[in-house]
Protein backbone atom coordinates (compact mmCIF):
# COMPACT_ATOMS: atom_id res chain seq x y z
CA UNK A 1 0.00 0.00 0.00
CA UNK A 2 1.38 3.72 -0.30
CA UNK A 3 2.35 5.43 2.46
CA UNK A 4 0.78 8.62 0.84
CA UNK A 5 -2.08 10.04 3.50
CA UNK A 6 -4.67 12.16 2.05
CA UNK A 7 -6.41 12.58 5.92
CA UNK A 8 -10.10 11.19 4.30
CA UNK A 9 -12.00 9.08 6.66
CA UNK A 10 -12.71 6.28 4.40
CA UNK A 11 -8.32 5.97 4.17
CA UNK A 12 -8.44 5.95 7.69
CA UNK A 13 -10.99 3.62 8.12
CA UNK A 14 -9.00 1.28 5.69
CA UNK A 15 -5.10 1.64 6.78
CA UNK A 16 -6.34 0.37 10.18
CA UNK A 17 -8.09 -2.47 9.37
CA UNK A 18 -11.66 -2.09 10.02
CA UNK A 19 -13.77 -3.06 7.46
CA UNK A 20 -14.80 -0.60 5.39
CA UNK A 21 -18.25 0.34 4.68
CA UNK A 22 -19.30 2.53 1.71
CA UNK A 23 -22.58 4.21 0.27
CA UNK A 24 -23.97 5.76 -2.90
CA UNK A 25 -25.94 8.77 -3.48
CA UNK A 26 -27.52 9.57 -6.66
CA UNK A 27 -27.55 13.53 -6.82
CA UNK A 28 -31.50 15.17 -8.31
CA UNK A 29 -32.14 15.91 -12.02
CA UNK A 30 -32.43 19.12 -11.08
CA UNK A 31 -31.94 21.45 -8.41
CA UNK A 32 -33.32 19.98 -5.58
CA UNK A 33 -30.93 20.40 -2.89
CA UNK A 34 -33.38 19.23 0.50
CA UNK A 35 -34.12 15.76 -1.52
CA UNK A 36 -30.34 15.18 -1.86
CA UNK A 37 -30.24 16.25 2.23
CA UNK A 38 -32.86 14.12 2.99
CA UNK A 39 -31.08 11.23 1.04
CA UNK A 40 -27.79 11.90 2.48
CA UNK A 41 -29.68 11.36 6.22
CA UNK A 42 -30.48 7.74 5.82
CA UNK A 43 -26.51 7.40 5.39
CA UNK A 44 -25.22 9.51 8.04
CA UNK A 45 -23.37 7.46 10.53
CA UNK A 46 -24.39 4.33 8.58
CA UNK A 47 -21.25 4.52 6.28
CA UNK A 48 -17.47 5.62 6.15
CA UNK A 49 -17.65 7.74 2.92
CA UNK A 50 -20.37 7.67 0.38
CA UNK A 51 -20.22 7.78 -3.33
CA UNK A 52 -21.37 10.89 -5.60
CA UNK A 53 -22.20 10.05 -8.64
CA UNK A 54 -21.35 11.79 -12.16
CA UNK A 55 -24.35 12.17 -14.31
CA UNK A 56 -25.17 8.33 -13.89
CA UNK A 57 -26.41 6.62 -16.80
CA UNK A 58 -25.56 9.71 -18.76
CA UNK A 59 -28.72 11.35 -17.39
CA UNK A 60 -28.08 15.50 -16.39
CA UNK A 61 -27.99 15.83 -12.59
CA UNK A 62 -26.76 18.18 -10.27
CA UNK A 63 -23.29 18.09 -10.50
CA UNK A 64 -21.02 15.93 -8.45
CA UNK A 65 -18.84 17.95 -6.99
CA UNK A 66 -21.59 20.51 -6.40
CA UNK A 67 -23.22 17.39 -4.62
CA UNK A 68 -20.30 16.82 -3.14
CA UNK A 69 -20.42 19.98 -1.04
CA UNK A 70 -23.95 19.45 -0.01
CA UNK A 71 -23.25 16.40 1.53
CA UNK A 72 -20.19 17.55 3.35
CA UNK A 73 -22.31 20.38 5.08
CA UNK A 74 -24.41 17.34 6.05
CA UNK A 75 -22.19 15.36 8.23
CA UNK A 76 -20.85 12.69 5.40
CA UNK A 77 -17.44 12.22 3.57
CA UNK A 78 -18.07 12.02 -0.30
CA UNK A 79 -16.60 10.20 -2.60
CA UNK A 80 -16.32 12.43 -5.49
CA UNK A 81 -16.76 10.46 -8.81
CA UNK A 82 -15.57 11.48 -12.13
CA UNK A 83 -16.28 9.95 -15.83
CA UNK A 84 -14.12 10.70 -18.52
CA UNK A 85 -17.10 11.18 -21.13
CA UNK A 86 -17.69 14.43 -20.09
CA UNK A 87 -13.99 16.25 -19.86
CA UNK A 88 -11.18 16.74 -21.16
CA UNK A 89 -7.75 16.52 -19.68
CA UNK A 90 -8.00 20.85 -18.63
CA UNK A 91 -11.76 20.32 -17.21
CA UNK A 92 -10.69 16.99 -15.44
CA UNK A 93 -7.43 18.21 -14.08
CA UNK A 94 -9.32 21.98 -13.10
CA UNK A 95 -12.15 19.90 -11.03
CA UNK A 96 -9.43 17.89 -9.00
CA UNK A 97 -7.59 20.78 -7.51
CA UNK A 98 -11.51 22.25 -7.27
CA UNK A 99 -12.57 19.96 -4.81
CA UNK A 100 -9.49 19.58 -3.00
CA UNK A 101 -9.46 22.76 -1.73
CA UNK A 102 -13.12 22.75 -0.92
CA UNK A 103 -12.07 19.73 1.32
CA UNK A 104 -12.53 16.73 -0.74
CA UNK A 105 -10.33 14.14 -0.34
CA UNK A 106 -11.93 10.91 -2.00
CA UNK A 107 -12.39 10.42 -5.68
CA UNK A 108 -13.25 8.06 -7.94
CA UNK A 109 -11.84 7.63 -11.52
CA UNK A 110 -14.60 5.99 -14.19
CA UNK A 111 -14.98 5.99 -17.89
CA UNK A 112 -18.86 6.59 -17.64
CA UNK A 113 -22.01 5.14 -19.17
CA UNK A 114 -22.28 5.48 -22.85
CA UNK A 115 -24.13 8.41 -23.90
CA UNK A 116 -26.69 6.87 -26.08
CA UNK A 117 -28.19 5.09 -22.87
CA UNK A 118 -29.10 8.52 -21.34
CA UNK A 119 -31.52 11.32 -22.04
CA UNK A 120 -29.25 13.77 -24.22
CA UNK A 121 -28.07 10.64 -26.56
CA UNK A 122 -27.50 13.15 -29.40
CA UNK A 123 -24.23 14.73 -27.55
CA UNK A 124 -20.48 14.03 -28.31
CA UNK A 125 -18.63 11.83 -25.79
CA UNK A 126 -15.03 13.22 -24.66
CA UNK A 127 -12.70 10.35 -23.65
CA UNK A 128 -9.74 12.95 -24.31
CA UNK A 129 -8.39 10.27 -21.77
CA UNK A 130 -9.87 7.12 -20.13
CA UNK A 131 -10.44 5.89 -16.74
CA UNK A 132 -6.47 4.05 -16.67
CA UNK A 133 -4.83 7.21 -17.74
CA UNK A 134 -7.32 9.43 -15.42
CA UNK A 135 -5.89 7.51 -12.62
CA UNK A 136 -2.21 7.73 -13.58
CA UNK A 137 -3.21 11.94 -13.80
CA UNK A 138 -4.62 12.32 -10.26
CA UNK A 139 -1.55 9.95 -8.92
CA UNK A 140 0.78 12.33 -10.80
CA UNK A 141 -0.97 15.28 -9.72
CA UNK A 142 -0.65 14.25 -5.94
CA UNK A 143 2.88 12.27 -5.92
CA UNK A 144 4.60 14.54 -8.00
CA UNK A 145 3.37 17.21 -7.88
CA UNK A 146 2.94 17.72 -11.97
CA UNK A 147 0.06 17.94 -14.36
CA UNK A 148 -0.90 15.69 -17.17
CA UNK A 149 1.75 17.89 -19.06
CA UNK A 150 4.64 18.11 -16.76
CA UNK A 151 4.57 21.68 -15.60
CA UNK A 152 4.39 21.62 -11.64
CA UNK A 153 1.45 21.91 -9.22
CA UNK A 154 2.38 24.89 -6.41
CA UNK A 155 0.39 22.59 -4.12
CA UNK A 156 -0.81 19.39 -4.92
CA UNK A 157 -3.85 18.02 -4.41
CA UNK A 158 -3.57 14.86 -1.96
CA UNK A 159 -6.52 13.05 -3.03
CA UNK A 160 -7.25 9.38 -2.16
CA UNK A 161 -7.53 7.85 -5.71
CA UNK A 162 -10.68 5.25 -5.90
CA UNK A 163 -11.08 3.10 -8.91
CA UNK A 164 -14.30 0.60 -10.17
CA UNK A 165 -13.40 -2.89 -11.61
CA UNK A 166 -16.23 -5.23 -13.08
CA UNK A 167 -15.50 -8.66 -12.68
CA UNK A 168 -17.95 -10.01 -15.08
CA UNK A 169 -17.10 -8.46 -18.06
CA UNK A 170 -15.60 -10.49 -21.02
CA UNK A 171 -13.19 -11.87 -21.64
CA UNK A 172 -13.45 -12.85 -17.73
CA UNK A 173 -9.55 -13.98 -17.64
CA UNK A 174 -9.09 -10.59 -18.35
CA UNK A 175 -10.30 -8.84 -15.81
CA UNK A 176 -7.94 -9.47 -13.04
CA UNK A 177 -5.25 -7.96 -15.34
CA UNK A 178 -7.45 -5.13 -15.82
CA UNK A 179 -6.97 -4.09 -12.04
CA UNK A 180 -4.13 -4.72 -12.09
CA UNK A 181 -3.70 -2.27 -14.53
CA UNK A 182 -5.46 0.62 -12.44
CA UNK A 183 -3.53 -0.68 -9.26
CA UNK A 184 0.03 0.16 -11.22
CA UNK A 185 -1.56 3.21 -12.61
CA UNK A 186 -2.45 4.64 -9.15
CA UNK A 187 -5.25 3.40 -7.41
CA UNK A 188 -5.47 3.25 -4.01
CA UNK A 189 -8.90 1.26 -3.50
CA UNK A 190 -11.30 -0.48 -5.96
CA UNK A 191 -15.07 -0.42 -5.57
CA UNK A 192 -16.66 -3.79 -7.88
CA UNK A 193 -19.07 -3.92 -10.19
CA UNK A 194 -22.62 -5.34 -8.05
CA UNK A 195 -22.14 -8.92 -7.42
CA UNK A 196 -24.63 -11.32 -7.73
CA UNK A 197 -22.83 -14.57 -9.17
CA UNK A 198 -20.80 -15.28 -5.65
CA UNK A 199 -19.28 -18.52 -7.75
CA UNK A 200 -17.45 -16.28 -10.18
CA UNK A 201 -16.93 -13.65 -7.89
CA UNK A 202 -14.62 -16.13 -5.38
CA UNK A 203 -12.73 -16.88 -8.49
CA UNK A 204 -11.99 -13.61 -9.72
CA UNK A 205 -10.53 -12.51 -5.58
CA UNK A 206 -8.55 -15.80 -6.02
CA UNK A 207 -6.55 -14.51 -8.80
CA UNK A 208 -6.41 -11.01 -7.40
CA UNK A 209 -4.97 -12.68 -4.18
CA UNK A 210 -3.17 -14.97 -6.16
CA UNK A 211 -1.18 -12.19 -8.03
CA UNK A 212 -0.66 -10.02 -4.26
CA UNK A 213 -3.30 -7.11 -5.88
CA UNK A 214 -4.76 -7.27 -1.95
CA UNK A 215 -1.55 -6.04 -0.61
CA UNK A 216 -1.36 -2.98 -3.26
CA UNK A 217 -4.81 -1.91 -2.85
CA UNK A 218 -8.17 -2.16 -0.71
CA UNK A 219 -10.56 -4.05 -2.81
CA UNK A 220 -14.73 -3.56 -1.75
CA UNK A 221 -17.08 -5.30 -3.47
CA UNK A 222 -20.54 -3.63 -4.79
CA UNK A 223 -23.65 -4.81 -2.75
CA UNK A 224 -26.96 -3.61 -4.66
CA UNK A 225 -30.03 -5.43 -2.87
CA UNK A 226 -32.97 -6.94 -5.66
CA UNK A 227 -35.62 -5.27 -4.92
CA UNK A 228 -38.00 -6.86 -7.38
CA UNK A 229 -38.13 -9.73 -9.76
CA UNK A 230 -38.60 -6.92 -12.86
CA UNK A 231 -35.35 -5.60 -11.43
CA UNK A 232 -33.60 -8.84 -11.51
CA UNK A 233 -34.14 -9.84 -14.67
CA UNK A 234 -33.71 -5.89 -16.14
CA UNK A 235 -30.26 -6.41 -14.85
CA UNK A 236 -30.04 -9.64 -15.77
CA UNK A 237 -30.91 -9.08 -19.63
CA UNK A 238 -30.40 -5.35 -19.97
CA UNK A 239 -27.06 -4.14 -18.09
CA UNK A 240 -23.75 -5.02 -19.79
CA UNK A 241 -21.37 -6.75 -18.02
CA UNK A 242 -23.93 -7.51 -15.18
CA UNK A 243 -24.13 -11.55 -14.33
CA UNK A 244 -27.27 -12.81 -12.13
CA UNK A 245 -27.55 -16.02 -12.23
CA UNK A 246 -31.04 -17.65 -12.64
CA UNK A 247 -30.58 -19.41 -9.38
CA UNK A 248 -31.35 -15.99 -7.80
CA UNK A 249 -33.94 -14.81 -9.81
CA UNK A 250 -35.25 -18.08 -8.92
CA UNK A 251 -34.66 -17.55 -5.36
CA UNK A 252 -36.44 -14.25 -5.42
CA UNK A 253 -39.47 -15.66 -7.72
CA UNK A 254 -40.20 -17.67 -4.58
CA UNK A 255 -40.09 -15.70 -1.97
CA UNK A 256 -43.91 -15.00 -2.34
CA UNK A 257 -46.05 -11.79 -2.78
CA UNK A 258 -45.03 -9.02 -0.97
CA UNK A 259 -41.53 -10.56 0.00
CA UNK A 260 -39.45 -9.97 -2.95
CA UNK A 261 -38.04 -6.85 -1.29
CA UNK A 262 -36.84 -8.65 2.00
CA UNK A 263 -35.19 -11.71 0.32
CA UNK A 264 -33.51 -9.80 -2.07
CA UNK A 265 -32.34 -8.01 1.94
CA UNK A 266 -31.44 -10.81 2.97
CA UNK A 267 -29.51 -12.19 -0.26
CA UNK A 268 -27.00 -8.96 0.32
CA UNK A 269 -27.01 -9.87 4.17
CA UNK A 270 -25.52 -13.58 3.16
CA UNK A 271 -23.04 -11.43 0.57
CA UNK A 272 -21.72 -9.01 3.27
CA UNK A 273 -21.37 -11.86 5.99
CA UNK A 274 -19.15 -13.92 3.05
CA UNK A 275 -17.27 -10.45 2.16
CA UNK A 276 -15.99 -10.04 5.96
CA UNK A 277 -13.89 -13.63 5.82
CA UNK A 278 -12.45 -13.28 2.08
CA UNK A 279 -8.93 -13.10 1.83
CA UNK A 280 -8.28 -9.93 0.29
CA UNK A 281 -11.79 -8.02 0.78
CA UNK A 282 -11.10 -4.91 2.66
CA UNK A 283 -15.16 -3.89 2.75
CA UNK A 284 -18.01 -3.70 0.97
CA UNK A 285 -19.53 -0.59 -0.59
CA UNK A 286 -23.00 -0.80 -0.63
CA UNK A 287 -25.52 0.76 -3.87
CA UNK A 288 -29.05 0.79 -2.32
CA UNK A 289 -30.02 2.37 -5.59
CA UNK A 290 -33.26 4.87 -4.79
CA UNK A 291 -33.17 2.44 -1.68
CA UNK A 292 -31.24 4.62 0.78
CA UNK A 293 -33.61 4.81 3.41
CA UNK A 294 -33.15 0.92 3.75
CA UNK A 295 -29.42 1.48 4.14
CA UNK A 296 -29.78 1.88 8.15
CA UNK A 297 -31.67 -1.43 8.40
CA UNK A 298 -29.10 -3.35 6.32
CA UNK A 299 -25.99 -1.92 8.02
CA UNK A 300 -27.98 -2.94 11.48
CA UNK A 301 -28.60 -6.19 10.33
CA UNK A 302 -25.42 -6.54 8.70
CA UNK A 303 -23.74 -5.72 12.06
CA UNK A 304 -21.75 -2.96 10.31
CA UNK A 305 -22.60 -0.57 13.35
CA UNK A 306 -21.47 1.43 15.18
CA UNK A 307 -18.98 2.91 12.48
CA UNK A 308 -15.23 3.32 13.92
CA UNK A 309 -14.01 6.48 14.67
CA UNK A 310 -10.51 6.79 13.33
Same mark, same amino acid.
Given at each position: ?111 ? +??? @? %?? #??? *? ?5 ? =? ?12 ? +??? @? %?? #??? *? ?5 ? =? ?151
Amino acid at each position: MSEFKSGSNLEKVLRAGHFAFTGECGPPTGANVEALKKKAGHLKGMVDAVNITDNQTAVVRMSSWAASLIVMQEGLEPNFQMVCRDRNRLAAQSDVLGVYVHGIRNMLCLSG +DHQ @K %FG #NHP *ESKNVYD =IDSMQLIDAVRTMR +DEG @K %FI #NGE *EIDVPPK =IFIGAASNPFAEPFEYRVYRLAKKISAGADFVQTQCIYNMDRFREFMKQAVDMGLHEKCYILPGVTPMKSVGMALYMSRSVPGMDVPDDLIKRLRGAGKGKVAEEGIKFALEQIEEFKEMEGVAGVHLMAIEWEHRVPEIAERAGMLPRPIV
